[in-house]
C-alpha cells in the first residue's frame, strides 16, 4: 500500500499546529494543556464523588431494612387534553408495610374510580417468608411464586419518590447503572434501558445543601440508542441522603418542561439521626400538552401520608407466612416465572379439575381488572420513557 497520501495528511495537520505551538511559547503550551486536561480531570473528579454518594446512601438504606409503615395515599385525575372513559378519576388506598430480617408483609386495599364510573379493586396481600411470596389479589385471585416478588407499593424511604418508575431496586443500585440493575432479582423492566448516571453538583432544595445527580435512560427498541428520558435528583445528606425532589422529562416531548415533579413535604425524625419522609406529592403533567402546546398541565397527582412508622419490627413468620387464600379462588404456583401447578382454592383437584362457575367468574373479572391496571401503569410507563 503507498503510504505517501497519510504521509502528506498528516504533515498537512501537524505544520500548523507546530508553528501555533513555537507561537505560544512554553507558558502557552502548558496553558493549552491544562485546558485539554480539565474536562479529564472534572470528570473523573465527578465519578469519584458518585461513587462517594452512592457508598453513603447504601449505608442509610441499611437503617431501614427493618422497618413497618402505615400510610394513605390519595390520587385524583386533573385536566386531560385526551382523556378516555378508563382512566382512573379518584383512588383511595390505605396501606401496611413491613420488612423484617429479609422478610416482607405488605397488605394494601382501597377503590379506584374510572371517568367512566367504573370502579376497581386495588387490595393486595402479600407476604415473603424466605422462600416463597404468597399473593392475594383484587379479591379474587392467587399466586404462590417460589422466591421473592415484591411491589412497588412496599415502603422503601429511598425510592418512595418513584412511584410508577418501576424503580423496585435499591436506590443505591439504581445509580450504579446498568449492570448493578441487571444483577439485581427486582431489576424488571428497568433492565432493557442503558443508564448514564452524572454527579451535578451542589444545590439547595427544602432548605438543605443538596447533592444533584442525574439519570438518563437510553432505549434501543429501534436497534439504534435513542435517548428517551432523563431523571434529575436532589438528595440530602443531612437527611440520610434521603431524595428531597423527583424531576423526570420525557426527552421526545419537551428537555424544559418536566411531566413530572415529586417534592417530600414532611420529614421526622424516628430515632436520633433517622429521618423519615411522612408525606410527599407526585405531579404528572399532560406530555400533549407539553409536546403539542408548549405549557405544563396537571394530568394527575397523588399524594402520600404516612400515619406511622416505626423501625426494627418484630413479628412471627406467621405474619410473612399464613395468608390467606379464601375458597374459591383460583390460585398459581409460579418458578423462574412460569406457571407451574394451578387449582381452585378449597376444591378437590383431579385430572380436568376445572374452577365452578363462581369461581370462575371471579378469576375472569380478576384478570380483566387486573389487565386493566397492568394497561394503566404500561401506559404511565410509556409517558416516561416513550421511544421515538
Request: neutral net charge.
Amino acid at each position: 500500500m503507498d503510504s505517501a497520501p497519510y504521509v502528506s495528511i498528516v504533515q498537512m495537520i501537524a505544520r500548523p499546529l507546530l508553528s501555533s505551538l513555537k507561537t505560544l511559547g512554553v507558558r502557552g503550551v502548558a496553558v493549552l494543556a491544562l485546558l485539554v486536561a480539565l474536562p479529564v480531570a472534572s470528570a473523573s473528579a465527578g465519578e469519584d464523588r458518585l461513587r462517594t454518594i452512592i457508598q453513603s446512601i447504601q449505608q442509610n438504606e441499611a437503617l431501614y431494612e427493618n422497618l413497618e409503615v402505615r400510610w394513605h395515599t390519595r390520587f385524583r385525575i386533573g385536566k386531560q387534553k385526551r382523556p378516555s372513559p378508563d382512566l382512573i378519576a379518584t383512588s383511595d388506598e390505605d396501606a401496611r408495610s413491613v420488612s423484617q430480617a429479609g422478610l416482607f408483609y405488605l397488605n394494601a386495599d382501597g377503590e379506584s374510580e374510572d371517568l367512566g364510573g367504573g370502579t376497581r379493586s386495588r387490595q393486595a396481600l402479600l407476604g415473603f417468608d424466605g422462600t416463597h411470596t404468597r399473593v392475594f389479589r383484587q379479591k379474587a385471585i392467587g399466586h404462590i411464586v417460589k422466591g421473592r416478588a415484591e411491589e412497588h407499593r412496599m415502603f422503601r424511604p429511598h425510592t418512595a419518590l418513584f412511584k410508577y418508575n418501576f424503580v423496585y431496586v435499591p436506590l443505591s443500585t439504581y445509580l450504579q447503572g446498568d449492570e448493578a440493575i441487571r444483577a439485581h432479582p427486582q431489576g424488571g423492566t428497568l433492565a432493557d434501558y442503558h443508564f448514564i448516571v452524572k454527579y451535578l453538583g451542589e444545590e439547595e432544595c427544602g432548605g438543605f445543601t443538596c447533592q444533584k445527580v442525574c439519570v438518563d435512560y437510553i432505549g434501543y427498541a429501534t436497534g439504534k440508542p435513542v435517548f428517551l428520558t432523563r431523571i434529575y435528583l436532589w438528595l440530602a445528606p443531612q437527611r440520610n441522603y434521603l431524595p428531597l425532589k423527583l424531576e423526570g422529562y420525557n426527552i421526545e416531548s419537551s428537555a424544559k418542561l418536566p411531566v413530572e415533579v415529586a417534592v417530600v413535604q414532611e420529614l421526622r425524625e424516628l430515632s436520633p439521626g433517622i429521618w423519615f419522609p411522612f408525606m410527599a406529592t407526585k405531579t404528572s403533567n399532560d406530555e400533549y400538552r407539553i409536546r403539542e402546546d408548549n405549557e405544563v398541565v396537571v394530568a394527575w397527582q397523588e399524594g402520600y401520608a404516612v400515619q406511622e412508622a416505626a423501625l426494627n419490627p418484630h413479628y412471627p413468620l406467621s405474619l410473612f407466612r399464613e395468608i390467606t387464600i379464601p375458597d374459591g379462588v383460583l390460585v398459581y404456583e409460579i418458578e423462574n416465572g412460569k406457571i407451574v401447578r394451578k387449582y381452585v382454592q378449597g376444591e378437590p383437584e383431579g385430572p380436568g379439575t376445572r374452577p365452578s362457575n363462581a369461581s370462575a367468574r371471579r378469576w375472569w373479572i380478576a384478570l380483566l381488572v387486573s389487565a386493566g391496571l397492568a394497561g394503566i401503569l404500561a401506559l404511565i410507563f410509556r409517558w416516561r420513557t416513550r421511544r421515538a
